[in-house]
Every structure is written in structure tokens, then in C-alpha cells.
T-cell receptor
């Protein structure tokens, strides 16, 4: 079945450092891919998404590219801020279902 | 836009009682809502898919008689944990799918349940 694997955390970085959180997936066909962010004490928020191969999703300085050849959707940001500290979830849905399948989440802690 | 609320945000109850959690889409109509459960330091696990006006579809291993779901209107779905026990303590999160066939789900802030 479909599944999502993302790197375990926590990831601890200094402010302005470069961020990569790896995410790979297993799916039949062409799913849609998502990154959700959960700030402390809050619900999940959609950060970005990509619906087809080679699409790049971007938002708030974060980017992720849908790579079919490597079945990956790695999250990157060039310069993180303390306010980016949160748990980041990679997820997929489809192509034949609207269910979201989540990775285990990666805690990012950015220190000043 | 696309705001989803949950009520209550947290609840403490005695073992054996039932707890109802509400999920509302505030500025859009959601024909489909989802209920998830999140254990500490773990991912979200889909419990059931709730469609307005029809019975919910439960994931394998989720007891439908224990977790009652009602989706009576296009903006409200409720999850009732019946005869709650300490092992039901968890963080329950709902989401609503935006209309127009889009795949994006918008999540509520979650409800933390503690059963004593």
C-alpha cells in the first residue's frame, strides 16, 4: 500500500542555517504530495503541495520538488528562523483515494 | 478562508463516560470530513471518513460502535467517544475537504482528551 517515510528528528539548527527534511514515498500511480506544519499547541496547516511530477511547491521560503524518479519530496529552506520551529509532516493522497497518508513527522528546533 | 474549528479544545472525563467532539467548517461547506487520532510523538492515524448525510467509513481496526461519527450538515461533524477508557486518551483532530473536488484538507486545532 501507499506509505510515506520521512527522516526522524529532532532536527536542531541555528538561525539562518539551511534546512533539509527528507521525505520519500511509496505509491501506485501518481499521488499528490504535501507538507504540513504543526506549530506548538496548534493544528496542522498546509505548508505546500505538488500534484504532478517535477512540480515545485513553495511557501514562506520553503520549497519541495516532486521527484518521480527518486520518489521523493524533500523539504528545503535556505535560511531558517526561530519561528520555523515546529513539527513538519510529509503526506500523500491519491491517486485513487482522497485519504491522506502521513509520515511520522519531524520536529525542527531552531535556536537563536 | 478555509477555517476549521473544533470544540472543546481539551476535555478531562471519568472512565465510562461519553465525550462528544465537534468539528465545524466555518467559511465553507464540507461534504467530506476526516477524523484522525494522534499519539504523542507519532503521526496522525486516520480513524474514519465522514460524508454528509451518510454513514461514516471507518478504517480497519477502528471500532465504529465506540467512535460514533455523525455528519448531519455540510458544516458540522461530531465524534463521540462512548464509554471512554484511559487508553482512549489522545489528541483527536478533524479535517475538512474543500469543495470543488480539491484534494487539500484543512485541519482543526485538535481536541486533547484525557480519560481518568
Amino acid at each position: 500500500g501507499n506509505s510515506v517515510t520521512q527522516m526522524e528528528g529532532p532536527v536542531t539548527l541555528s538561525e539562518e542555517a539551511f534546512l533539509t527534511i527528507n521525505c520519500t514515498y511509496t505509491a501506485t500511480g501518481y499521488p499528490s504530495l504535501f507538507w504540513y506544519v504543526q506549530y506548538p499547541g496548534e493544528g496542522l496547516q498546509l505548508l505546500l503541495k505538488a500534484t504532478k511530477a517535477d512540480d515545485k511547491g513553495s511557501n514562506k521560503g520553503f520549497e519541495a520538488t516532486y521527484r518521480k524518479e527518486t520518489t521523493s519530496f524533500h523539504l528545503e529552506k535556505g535560511s531558517v528562523q526561530v519561528s520555523d520551529s515546529a513539527v513538519y509532516f510529509c503526506a500523500l493522497s491519491g491517486p485513487s483515494t482522497n485519504k491522506l497518508i502521513f509520515g511520522t513527522g519531524t520536529l525542527l528546533a531552531v535556536q537563536p | 478562508g478555509a477555517v476549521v474549528s473544533q470544540h472543546p479544545s481539551w476535555v478531562i472525563c471519568k472512565s465510562g463516560t461519553s465525550v462528544k467532539i465537534e468539528c465545524r467548517s466555518l467559511d465553507f461547506q464540507a461534504t467530506t470530513m476526516f477524523w484522525y487520532r494522534q499519539f504523542p510523538k507519532q503521526s496522525l492515524m486516520l480513524m474514519a471518513t465522514s460524508n454528509e448525510g451518510s454513514k461514516a467509513t471507518y478504517e480497519q481496526g477502528v471500532e465504529k460502535d465506540k467512535f460514533l461519527i455523525n455528519h448531519a450538515s455540510l458544516t458540522l461533524s461530531t465524534l463521540t467517544v462512548t464509554s471512554a477508557h484511559p487508553e482512549d486518551s489522545s489528541f483527536y483532530i478533524c479535517s475538512a475537504r474543500a469543495p470543488g473536488g480539491q484534494e487539500t484538507q484543512y485541519f482543526g486545532p485538535g481536541t486533547r482528551l484525557l480519560v481518568l
